[in-house]
């Protein structure tokens, strides 16, 4: 079956202290590397990226860039899609993997392996063992993604838009990949739970120090010195929404969440710690649910 491949290597990286994912080093290469790896059975590959990381690309595989640069991964998609046109170089089939996914070759054999067997649909998402879907790995119709991308142009835009917006209308196949596969990096705690490590340890601490002491500081500020906050919650609840829904909806879902979780804590309806606690898991709640149907959850 014959596929194009473009993979996604320019994010912000926020949540790693701006440390570029393409350069994270795992067993033996580069995050992009292995997402090159991976992909290495593709047509044609584009990275879509900013390209000044100094991470060496093969002759053969083109680099593009969203417009504006930080659109998020479906602009990418779609500057993604462009360039390789513009290349002339069409497949009818698309893959669309994260560089951030180094076990991510796992599950492409099995989308592959399904997508074969079922010529109606047009294309086939993995998800992980946890019933999560994972829309940065799939294999997708690219004249579908090509009508889907012209539509959302006309309409809203694609910068900060949703992935899951992106396919919601395309007719897919939900697969359940081998364990791992979609294991990825957004946090320096994912990473070193795939035994990722990065030279500028230093900086990461010093980041982790500022984050606590900026926290002390404003609790101070308001009053609040009392309250225990877990900064990594509130940092994944922001990711999770920033993934699920669009970017900006970070830190608009965490003011909420804080917001509510003050509310609560002012009627007496629980302790700080069980009020934030239970806003922080109804925003993540939300968010997932938003992800996989596009519309506001019930």
């Not at 994270?24 to 990226?49: C, M, N």
């Not at 993604?80 to 996914?101: E, H, I, K, Q, Y």
């Not at 899951?164 to 070193?192: C, Q």
Request: glycine residues 10%; hydrophobic residues 45%; charged residues 20%.
């Amino acid at each position: 079956m014959e596929f194009n491949a473009v993979v996604l290597a320019g994010g912000r990286a926020t949540r790693l202290g701006g440390v570029p994912k393409p350069t994270l080093k795992y067993d033996g290469g580069t995050l992009l590397s292995h997402a090159l790896e991976a992909a290495r059975a593709a047509a044609a590959t584009v990275v879509v990226g900013p390209g000044e990381h100094g991470v060496h690309l093969p002759g053969s595989v083109l680099l593009a860039r969203e417009e504006p640069a930080f659109a998020g991964p479906a602009a990418a998609i779609a500057a993604g899609l462009s360039a390789l046109d513009t290349a002339g170089m069409r497949s009818p089939w698309t893959l669309v993997l994260a560089c951030d996914m180094p076990k991510a070759s796992q599950g492409i054999g099995r989308l592959l392996e399904v997508l074969a067997g079922h010529p109606g649909v047009e294309g086939v998402m993995a998800v992980s063992g946890d019933g999560r879907k994972q829309p940065l790995l799939g294999i997708y119709s690219t004249a579908a993604l090509d009508r889907e991308v012209a539509s959302a142009i006309r309409g809203s835009g694609l910068t900060n838009s949703s992935v899951f917006k992106l396919l919601a209308r395309l007719n897919l196949l939900d697969v359940d990949v081998p364990a791992g596969s979609t294991d990825d990096v957004d946090t320096w705690e994912d990473a070193a739970v795939l035994g990722i490590d990065y030279e500028l340890e230093a900086d990461v601490k010093s980041q982790e120090e500022t984050l606590e002491d900026w926290c002390r500081i404003l609790l101070q500020a308001f009053e609040l010195e009392g309250v225990e906050i877990d900064i990594n919650e509130v940092l994944a609840v922001a990711g999770v929404a920033a993934h699920s829904v669009v970017r900006p909806a970070a830190p608009l879902t965490t003011f909420i969440a804080g917001f509510a979780a003050g509310m609560a804590r002012g009627i007496g309806q629980a302790s700080d710690d069980a009020s934030m606690k239970a806003a922080l898991d109804l925003a993540r709640k939300i968010a997932k649910e938003y992800s996989e149907t596009g519309t506001d959850a019930e």
